[in-house]
């Protein structure tokens, strides 16, 4: 999309995953598209990992404790591709809509907490793993590399795409900012860690904004008591999981487009004037006119990091071939 007037229709989910079934959260997730796309919308937001379900177990149980649904997880995590991307696709070529979801995928014997973006061809446009799972997630989830840290073009602009905690990276955040994102898709957990988990992730996505001069559109996921009580029998902890949700669209200048979801299911449609971008970064663009590459930059390592390497022996017969040619 290279036309900075056009206006672009986005939605943003905030619906709670099925805790059972991976299916489930799918007819959930093609639902939801299906409604968005009713309503006009061209990009449609889903949670971090909502596909299956975010581990919400490993939150309030002890790492000794957590062997069965760890496993559990695995079995419902979804592998890229699969059956799980072929109906996501499916709906993206069907309704016309990108969908972006952060689903939990399995690749061989490891997890990933991993963000798609599909367009509206279907095609598969981004796979983006999280780089730096928080604290309780590294028993969960292996990190991702570099090589997804990349703007991509769509049907409806620039997109960049952060995880969660990864808005705590500053030079992550930078990373896309520098590839001028126009649409930033942000993912968080929610139903978690209480209000104060929901005030700082509207100060971080609020911020990415004005920094970037981009829309940042975000979605957090949400659990009834009845899950929370599935989840754990401790008063203390379903304390824990509870408040955190922040299901928002923030403009380049750093407001809310709409009203935030912070309680409860429900979806947010906005529309996006994509002429403010320029508005907001001709008074501040910080990778460009109101940047200094002179006195700070930044290096991004976008190579993939292969478990296995191999290295060429030296060839000893050219060498003593070049020895014997200099001693003549």
Not at 123 to 137: C, Q, V
Request: net charge negative; charged share 20%.
């Amino acid at each position: 999309m290279s036309n900075p007037s056009t206006t672009v229709r986005v939605a943003a989910v905030q619906y709670a995953p099925d805790l059972e079934t991976r299916t489930g959260t799918v007819d959930r997730v093609l639902g939801a598209v299906a409604e968005a796309a009713g309503h006009g919308a061209q990009l449609v937001v889903f949670p971090e990992t909502f596909i299956p379900y975010y581990p919400y177990f490993s939150v309030v149980l002890p790492p000794a404790m957590i062997a069965s649904e760890h496993n559990r997880l695995y079995d419902n995590a979804v592998a890229i591709p699969g059956p799980v991307t072929d109906a996501l696709a499916a709906a993206a070529r069907l309704h016309q809509i990108v969908i972006a979801v952060g689903v939990t995928e399995r690749d061989h014997g490891s997890l990933y907490n991993t963000q798609l973006v599909f367009d509206v061809d279907g095609s598969l446009i981004m796979k983006h793993r999280k780089i730096m799972p928080a604290f309780h997630e590294r028993m969960i989830w292996g990190q991702g590399d570099g090589t997804s840290l990349k703007v991509i073009d769509s049907a409806v602009g620039r997109l960049g795409a952060l995880t969660c905690w990864e808005h705590y990276s500053p030079l992550a955040r930078f990373a896309l900012m520098a590839q001028h994102e126009q649409i930033h898709i942000s993912t968080y957990i929610g139903s978690v860690f209480g209000p104060v988990f929901t005030e700082q992730t509207e100060i971080q996505i609020r911020n990415h904004a004005l920094e970037s001069g981009c829309f940042v559109v975000n979605a957090t996921a949400w659990l009834s008591r009845e899950q929370v009580e599935s989840i754990t029998p401790d008063p203390k902890m379903r304390e824990v999981l509870s408040g955190g949700c922040m299901t928002a669209i923030i403009g380049p200048d750093g407001m809310h487009v709409v009203p935030p979801l912070t309680e409860g299911e429900g979806m947010l449609i906005a529309d996006l004037d994509m002429s403010l971008i320029v508005n907001r970064k001709r008074m501040m663009d910080s990778v460009g006119h109101y940047a200094r590459p002179d006195l700070l930059s930044l290096n991004v390592h976008s190579r993939e990091t292969p478990q296995t390497r191999v290295m060429r022996q030296p060839n000893r017969h050219a060498d003593d071939v070049q020895a014997a040619e200099v001693a003549e």
